[in-house]
């Protein structure tokens, strides 16, 4: 585990509030779907900075839930390796909801989203 996952798992408290994950599924799949084309550059904002916030609340569950498998257990690195593209994609930098790449962000962020919250679920988190 690298230095960014482990900072994660640490900050997850013992009781933490389980993770709405229909909810951000339900978000992920609105960027994802038919009409994300039809979205306004304010909505496009809007709906990237809930992704980004998701992520920032599903990946240190992900990490700490990953810990508590063995290390060769093939669901822990399949999370682990999400958790590392989720923390990258993260890291670029933010596209306004005018620029002709900004559905392209708002959507890998929804994919990331939808990927760890399925690793989530995989490793024995509560919907």
Do not use: F
């Amino acid at each position: 585990m690298n230095a960014t996952a482990r900072s994660a798992a640490e900050q997850v408290p013992e009781r933490a509030i389980p993770l709405d994950v229909k909810t951000m599924r339900e978000t992920a799949r609105r960027a994802l779907g038919e009409g994300a084309g039809t979205l306004s550059p304010e909505e496009l904002d809007s709906l990237t900075q809930a992704l980004r916030g998701m992520l920032m609340l599903v990946i240190p569950e992900v990490t700490a839930a990953a810990d508590r498998h063995p290390k060769g257990d093939m669901p822990r690195i399949c999370a682990l390796v999400g958790v590392e593209e989720a923390s990258r994609r993260l890291r670029m930098r933010a596209v306004s909801g005018a620029s002709p790449w900004a559905l392209r962000h708002t959507q890998r962020l929804a994919r990331s989203v939808l990927a760890l919250t399925g690793h989530y679920l995989d490793l024995g988190g509560r919907a």
